[in-house]
Nanobody
Framework: QVQLVESGGGLVQPGGSLRLSCVAS????????LSWYRQDPGQEREWIAT????????TYGNSGKGRFTISRDNAKNTVYLQMNNLKPEDSAVYYC?????WGQGIQVTVSS
């Protein structure tokens, strides 16, 4: 059974940083691409980044480019999203995703 469990969210001031983690189980983690998405209430879910299996190659959407970094630790079955210089518009529920499976989501709030 595939499970994705996010952690690391919370309240942060504008300009601050957070690192989200997603611990995965139930599949061969090393062989799968993992992604992060986010969603504001009333909005469509927005793709942030995907990390692939070969050498940690990653691609980014426009929202986090230059400020967010996706990474993975195959030994820990974990994918990370390092978010720097956070802005109020980054406030959303952030989701980990793997081929048809979503985590439960974790709230990130950027506010002073």
């Amino acid at each position: 059974q595939v499970q994705l469990v996010e952690s690391g969210g919370g309240l942060v001031q504008p300009g601050g940083s957070l690192r989200l983690s997603c611990v995965a189980s139930g599949f061969n983690f090393s062989y799968d691409a993992l992604s992060w998405y986010r969603q504001d209430p009333g909005q469509e879910r927005e793709w942030i980044a995907t990390i692939y299996t070969a050498g940690g190659y990653a691609t980014y959407g426009n929202s986090g480019k230059g400020r967010f970094t996706i990474s993975r630790d195959n030994a820990k079955n974990t994918v990370y999203l390092q978010m720097n210089n956070l802005k109020p518009e980054d406030s959303a529920v952030y989701y980990c995703y793997r081929r048809g499976y979503w985590g439960q989501g974790i709230q990130v709030t950027v506010s002073s």
